[in-house]
C-alpha cells in the first residue's frame, strides 16, 4: 500500500519539479528574449508602399498597418491597389478582398511638379509633404526633388495659388521590362484569329 | 595542346553562316544622316558637350561619361550637329531614347590624332584611361564599359585572360571576319589587354568551324605566349560562362562574375577597338557588322560607322524590304525583332538578319508543357526549365528566384528545342524583370519610410525642444515676479521710499543681465528651417 503512495507521490514531486523548471524557463523567456513590438505590424508594414498619403483614413502607413494587424479590413490603399491586397491576403491568410471605392481607385504612379514661376514661397506644401520631398524656404521658390516624390497628393490641397501638379511619370526605356507571353491561341484557332 | 572541358547541354542548331563569309569586309559609306544615342550600353547614360548647330570633326567627343559606369560617344565622322532629339533606338521595347543626330559633310575629315604606340612606358592608369576615352564598351554581349572590366578588382587578380572568339550563335560572322582580316589588329589589342592585367595564361577560344580565322590567328600568335585553344562547335559555347567552362574547366559561381574565379573574357570586336585607341589614337566610332538573311542580296560583313540607320544598310546590301518577313538585331537565338528599321547601330550591334518568312516563320501557337524535359537535357546552366516555366506563370516569382531563374543566360536553347513550341525565354525575361521591378520599389518604399520616419523624430524632437523652452520662459518669468514682490516687500519694511527712476533703472539692468546670461549660454540649433 505505502508503495504505491510512494509512486504516487514520487510522479507528483516529479510533476511538480517538471513544471517548475520549465515555468522558469519559460519565464526567463520571457523577460530575455521579449520581441519590442508587433512583428506582424512591421510583416504589414513593409507591404504596404509607403506613400503615407492616408488615403486609407488613418496618419500613414504604420497606422494603417497596426489596424489590419487588429483585424481591420485589408482593402483601403488605393496606392498599393490590388497588388498589396494579395499580398496582405497572402500574408494573413484571409480571402483578397476588391479595393474599397470608399477611399479611391488604384491609379498610374505620379509625381508632384511645382510650377515654378507661380509659387509664392509659402512654404504650406513643405509642412504637408509626408516624406520631406520639397525644397525650398520662406518667400523663396520649392521644388519637388522628383525621386522622392511618393506621388501622395497631399501637398496639393494646402497650396494657396494651386501651382502644384500632379504628373503621370513619363514611361522610362529604363525602367522598361518583358512582359508575360501574351496567352496563346490553340494550333485549330490559328488560321480564323489571322484573318 | 590545351586541354579542354566541355559544358553541360548545348544545341546543333544549322549555322547559316556561309552566307555571309562569301566576301571580305566593306566600308559600309557614309549615311545622310546618324543617329547616336546616349546610352549604347548598361550603365549609364553619357552627357552631351555638344550643341545642335555646332560643327564637329571625325573623332571629336560629342557627349562624356557622367558617372563612373559610362563611356563618352564620338562623332563617328565629321559634319553638322543636327540637334539632340528622342528617338527610336535598338531595343527590344522598341521605345525612344535621347540620341544626337549628326548630318555629315562627306568631308570625313578627322580631329588630330594622338596614338600611344610606346604604351608599355606609361602608367597603367593612363593606359585605361586612353581606353575609357575612346568610348570602348564590350562589343559582345551587354557592353559593360572595358575600363571598368580591366581595372584589377580590388584583391582579385585575373590568372586567365580569355578571347572569346567563339561566334556560336548561327548567321553571325562578324568576329569570324575580323580574325580572318585583322588578325594582326586583334593580338595587338589583346596583348594591351594583357599588360594591363598582367595574367599567368592568356587563351583564344574559337569554335572549329572557322578554319580560316584560326589558320590567321595561328599565324598573328606566333612569338607571342598566348595559346589558341579550338574548341568544338557547339552552341552557346560563345556564352562567358560556357566559354570558361570549356577552357578552365571552372565554374562561375552562381551570381558572381568570372573575376571570382580569377578569369576574365574580352570580345573580338573590343581588343580590336583598343588596339585601334592605342596604337592609332582613334576613338570607337565604327564596327564590324553583319548584314545576312534570305532577302540580302549581297550578304556580307561591313565597316560601319555607329549611328548608321539600319534602313541605310539594308538598303546597302541589297535587301528587298518588302520580302522581308522579320528583321532581327543580333542572332536568331538572342536578338530580338526590330519594330522599325530607322533605329541605328551602335556599339553592341552585331548582325542585321532580314529573314523571309519561309527563313524565320512566326513562331507557331504554345501548347501546353508536355514535361519531356528536352529543355533541361539542352540547358547549359543546368537550371530546371520547366519547373521556371510554371513557376513564372503563376507569378510565384520567389520560387523562381529560388530555382537560380538569375543564372538563366537567356540562350535559348530550351525554347529551340521545346516540342510545343514554348516561348520559355520570353517567360524567363518576364520574370527576371518582374522581380527586378518589385525589388526597385520595395527599395523606393522603404526610402519612403525612413524619410517618412525621420520627419516624425523631426517633429517630435521640434515639439519636444518648443515645450522646453516655453517652461523656461515661464520659470524665468515666475522668477523675476518672485524677486520683484521681495523686493517691494524689502522696501516696504524698510520704510524707505524709493523713487520710480531707481526702480525703473534696476529692472533695465536686470533684462541687461538676462538677456546677456542668455547670449552666453549655447542656443541648440533650430532644426525646420531648411527641410532638406
Redesign the interface.
Known amino acids: 500500500m505505502s508503495i504505491m503512495w510512494t509512486s504516487i507521490l514520487i510522479a507528483i514531486l516529479a510533476l511538480l519539479g517538471l513544471a517548475l523548471v520549465f515555468g522558469a524557463v519559460l519565464g526567463f523567456a520571457a523577460v530575455h528574449f521579449k520581441v519590442e513590438g508587433n512583428p506582424l505590424v512591421d510583416q504589414i508594414d513593409s507591404l504596404l508602399p509607403q506613400t503615407q498619403c492616408g488615403q486609407c483614413g488613418f496618419p500613414g502607413c504604420r497606422p494603417y498597418a497596426e489596424s489590419i494587424a487588429n483585424g481591420g479590413p485589408i482593402n483601403k490603399c488605393p496606392p498599393g491597389g490590388e497588388s498589396t491586397i494579395k499580398a496582405l491576403a497572402a500574408l494573413l491568410d484571409i480571402e483578397p478582398q476588391p479595393l474599397d471605392a470608399e477611399h479611391g481607385v488604384e491609379q498610374a504612379r505620379r509625381v508632384a511638379v511645382i510650377r515654378e514661376d507661380e509659387c509664392i514661397g509659402c512654404t504650406k506644401c513643405i509642412q504637408a509633404c509626408p516624406v520631406d520631398a520639397i525644397l525650398g524656404s520662406a518667400k523663396h521658390m520649392h521644388t519637388v526633388i522628383g525621386t522622392e516624390c511618393t506621388g501622395c497628393d497631399l501637398c496639393v490641397e494646402p497650396c494657396p495659388v494651386d501651382c502644384i501638379d500632379m504628373v503621370l511619370l513619363e514611361p522610362d526605356i529604363r525602367d522598361w521590362g518583358w512582359s508575360a507571353p501574351k496567352p496563346g491561341i490553340i494550333a485549330s484557332d490559328r488560321k480564323g484569329a489571322d484573318t | 595542346m590545351t586541354q579542354i572541358w566541355d559544358f553541360p547541354g548545348g544545341i546543333y542548331p544549322p549555322e547559316n553562316k556561309l552566307l555571309s563569309t562569301a566576301c571580305p569586309i566593306r566600308n559600309a559609306g557614309i549615311p545622310e544622316l546618324l543617329i547616336l544615342p546616349l546610352?549604347q550600353h548598361i550603365g549609364a547614360p553619357a552627357e552631351t558637350i555638344v550643341a545642335a548647330g555646332d560643327r564637329v570633326l571625325k573623332g571629336q567627343k560629342l557627349a562624356d561619361a557622367a558617372s563612373g559606369k559610362g563611356v563618352p560617344v564620338h562623332a563617328p565622322t565629321s559634319g553638322i550637329i543636327d540637334g539632340i532629339v528622342q528617338l527610336p533606338?535598338p531595343?527590344?521595347?522598341g521605345?525612344?531614347?535621347w540620341c544626337i543626330v549628326l548630318k555629315p559633310d562627306f568631308h570625313d575629315e578627322w580631329m588630330p590624332l594622338q596614338p600611344a604606340s610606346n604604351y608599355r612606358e606609361l602608367e597603367p592608369e593612363l593606359v585605361l584611361e586612353l581606353i575609357h576615352e575612346a568610348g570602348i564598351s564590350g562589343m559582345g554581349g551587354a557592353g559593360f564599359p572595358t575600363t571598368i572590366k580591366l581595372k584589377q578588382p580590388d584583391g582579385r587578380s585575373i590568372h586567365t585572360l580569355i578571347l572569346n572568339g567563339a561566334e556560336c550563335e548561327p548567321y553571325i560572322t562578324a568576329d569570324d571576319m575580323t580574325m580572318r582580316e585583322r588578325a594582326d589588329s586583334v593580338i595587338a589589342g589583346l596583348q594591351v589587354m594583357t599588360w594591363l592585367l598582367r595574367p599567368e595564361r592568356c587563351l583564344i577560344g574559337i569554335e572549329d568551324n572557322k578554319p580560316e580565322a584560326i589558320a590567321a590567328m595561328r599565324a598573328a600568335i606566333t612569338n607571342t605566349q598566348i595559346e589558341l585553344v579550338v574548341m568544338p562547335t557547339k552552341y552557346p559555347s560563345g556564352g562567358e560562362k560556357q566559354i570558361i567552362q570549356i577552357l578552365t574547366g571552372k565554374e562561375v559561381p552562381s551570381g558572381g562574375i568570372p573575376a571570382d574565379i580569377g578569369v576574365m573574357c574580352q570580345n573580338i570586336g573590343t581588343a580590336v577597338a583598343v588596339s585601334q585607341a592605342i596604337f592609332e589614337g582613334k576613338p570607337l566610332i565604327s564596327r564590324v557588322i553583319t548584314i545576312t538573311g534570305d532577302t540580302v542580296q549581297e550578304p556580307g560583313n561591313f565597316d560601319t560607322l555607329l549611328g548608321t540607320p539600319v534602313e541605310y544598310m539594308l538598303n546597302r546590301a541589297g535587301v528587298s524590304m518588302n520580302e522581308v518577313h522579320r528583321l532581327v538585331l543580333g542572332g536568331p537565338m538572342m536578338g530580338y525583332t526590330l519594330h522599325t528599321a530607322k533605329v541605328p547601330l551602335i556599339k553592341t550591334s552585331n548582325c542585321i538578319i532580314a529573314a523571309s518568312s519561309r527563313e524565320l516563320p512566326d513562331p507557331?501557337?504554345?501548347?501546353p508543357c508536355i514535361r519531356c524535359s528536352l529543355c533541361a537535357d539542352v540547358c547549359p546552366m543546368e537550371l530546371l526549365p520547366q519547373q521556371l516555366l510554371w513557376h513564372?506563370?503563376a507569378s510565384e516569382f520567389e520560387k523562381a528566384e529560388h530555382l537560380n531563374l538569375f543564372d538563366c543566360i537567356e540562350c535559348g536553347a530550351c525554347s529551340y528545342v521545346c516540342p510545343s513550341s514554348i516561348?520559355l525565354v520570353?517567360?524567363y525575361?518576364?520574370a527576371?524583370?518582374?522581380i527586378?521591378?518589385r525589388k526597385a520599389?520595395?527599395r523606393?518604399?522603404?526610402?519612403?519610410?525612413e524619410?517618412?520616419e525621420?520627419?516624425q523624430n523631426r517633429l517630435l524632437r521640434e515639439q519636444e525642444e518648443k515645450e522646453l523652452r516655453r517652461k523656461e520662459r515661464a520659470q524665468a518669468a515666475a522668477e523675476v515676479q518672485a524677486k520683484k514682490e521681495a523686493d517691494a516687500q524689502s522696501a516696504g519694511t524698510e520704510g524707505h521710499p524709493i523713487d520710480e527712476r531707481a526702480a525703473k533703472a534696476a529692472l533695465v539692468a536686470q533684462a541687461l543681465a538676462r538677456k546677456k546670461a542668455k547670449a552666453n549660454k549655447v542656443v541648440p540649433p533650430a532644426h525646420g528651417?531648411?527641410?532638406?
Open positions: 546610352q533606338v531595343h527590344p521595347s521605345m525612344s531614347d507557331p501557337p504554345e501548347q513564372a506563370k516561348p520570353q517567360y525575361r518576364y527576371k524583370d518582374e527586378r521591378s520599389e520595395q523606393k518604399a522603404d526610402r519612403a519610410r524619410r517618412f525621420a520627419r528651417t531648411d527641410n532638406t
